[in-house]
């Protein structure tokens, strides 16, 4: 048998509702949040925040473009759509518990019975005609069960909400990272090509002079690998050119048109050497770096801390339905209408009818199951705190981890540029000193390696410090607000 609620807590209870209606829900009240008070530094100039959504944060036409596409087509986001319409018309159902359910209704009978069976020996003929409303089995929300269960089916609506959210933000950010490791990826192949072109003329210039003479076989050997690891280089970076197209347009739900796809960066094929693209590319979002001191707080506008509150909050709600499955439920059932044994009858004076048929259920035994389910919506609302505790852990460790990263780039990014420098200058001094015959050409294949080496680590970080932006943008839920 189940354990009864404690004697002081059914006086309680008992005086509350006489007094009104009463909701056996515990009071929510925000969890602390389990991190530091405040977001760490990343020692670079504060970004202006961000509240108007994706659109203000691109800045890149072509890149804006295709996540405008991506919206529009891709099959995820579709589904995070569909979900909340499921999740509002489950809510709607909940709620529908509140009121009565009001139903009209008219009919009309006519029966016969046989002479045999009346007392006079004549059939007899009977007719009824009736119209009326009814209430059926409206439950009194005394102990606010019904309350609850909508309570819970809106929070979970608002859950689902922030889960779709989350998904675009999510969404939009993939889309960049795609298109901009394309964009990288188109410049690491023009980089390759061209590289393959110079070293071609190289071989091209050491092959007619070991004809005649001027130049030994193992100069040639050297130049014939060259312009083979070129080739390579080449022939992987048009491969994965390819494959990152096809992870763009899996994303976007559709084949990006090539006017939104990224422009190579420019070279300069003419010239004697292997160069870099002679313009770094522009940045193609804002940079939302909060200032330091921010309070961690800013981590609760993120979309799936909003969804873990909403959810420990419907949890709070099923534990209050639980509750009232101890208490009484009354529910009432009621007609209202006329009835006549002639139609035209049916509305005169005299013709109203009704019933009112209340009803009381109390528990008495259940084999426990009441107590078993109050211990399951206890437990559930334990997971829900700790699920959204982890949530906001996990939110400040990547928002941090971000943070940590932008701290270094601009270092990064100066040093690479100054490594570029010497090795373009380390490259052109070996050439001319291969020409000249003062040197090797192996001094001038070490110092290629390392110039070519150079310029793809450069693209990589160029890469590393546009994805650091989206990160950042994602891990702060599309942005940060002033509070």
Not at 230 to 257: C, H, I, K, M, W
Not at 400 to 420: F, G, I
Request: aromatic fraction near 6%; charged fraction near 20%.
């Amino acid at each position: 048998m189940q354990r009864a609620l404690p004697l002081r807590s059914l006086t309680l209870v008992a005086a509350a509702v006489l007094a009104g209606c009463v909701n056996l829900a515990p009071d929510y009240q925000a969890p602390a949040l389990p991190v530091p008070a405040t977001l760490p530094s990343a020692n670079v100039e504060a970004a202006t925040p961000l509240d108007a959504g994706w659109r203000d944060f691109f800045v890149e036409p072509k890149l804006r473009g295709t996540i405008e596409l991506a919206l529009a087509n891709n099959r995820d986001l579709r589904v995070a759509a569909l979900n909340i319409e499921r999740a509002r018309a489950q809510y709607g159902i909940a709620r529908a518990g509140l009121f009565p359910t009001i139903d009209a209704g008219a009919g009309g009978s006519r029966s016969r019975t046989p002479g045999s069976l009346s007392t006079g020996g004549e059939p007899r003929y009977a007719t009824q005609y009736s119209a009326d409303l009814g209430l059926t089995s409206y439950e009194i929300d005394l102990f606010g069960r019904v309350r609850n269960l909508s309570e819970a089916a809106l929070q979970s609506f608002f859950q689902t909400e922030a889960t779709q959210r989350g998904t675009q933000i999510s969404l939009v950010a993939a889309v960049a990272t795609a298109w901009l490791q394309l964009a990288a990826d188109e410049q690491r192949l023009q980089l390759a090509r061209h590289t393959l072109e110079s070293q071609r003329r190289s071989f091209d210039l050491i092959q007619r002079g070991h004809g005649l003479g001027a130049q030994s076989g193992l100069a040639l050997a050297q130049a014939q690998s060259t312009v083979d690891a070129a080739r390579a280089d080449a022939a992987a970076f048009d491969s994965q050119v390819e494959q990152d197209r096809n992870a763009l347009a899996l994303l976007v739900g559709a084949t990006p048109p090539a006017e939104l796809l990224p422009t190579p960066a420019a070279t300069d094929p003419g010239t004697a050497t292997a160069s870099a693209p002679t313009a770094e590319p522009a940045p193609a979002a804002r940079l939302l770096v909060p200032p330091a001191g921010r309070p961690s707080s800013v981590l609760q506008q993120r979309p799936d801390v909003l969804a873990a509150k909403h959810a420990l909050r419907a949890s709070n709600a099923d534990i209050g339905a639980a509750r009232a499955a101890f208490f009484p439920r009354i529910a009432l059932t009621a007609s209202a209408g006329t009835a006549s044994s002639t139609l035209s009858g049916l509305f005169a004076s005299g013709s109203s009818a009704w019933s009112f048929a209340p009803s009381i259920s109390v528990p008495i035994f259940d084999g426990g199951a009441n107590r078993a389910n109050l211990r399951v919506a206890e437990a559930q609302q334990k997971i829900q705190l700790a699920s959204y505790e982890k949530t906001v852990q996990t939110a400040f460790r990547e928002v941090a981890d971000a943070l940590a990263e932008r701290r270094t780039l601009a270092e990064r990014l100066d040093a690479q540029r100054s490594l570029l420098d010497a090795t373009s200058r380390s490259f052109s001094l070996s050439q001319s000193l291969f020409r000249s015959g003062a040197s090797s050409y192996l001094d001038v294949l070490d110092a290629q390696r390392a110039y070519y080496a150079a310029q793809q680590t450069l693209i990589g970080l160029q890469l590393t410090e546009q994805t650091n932006r989206l990160t950042i943008y994602k891990v702060l839920g599309g942005g940060w607000k002033e509070s």
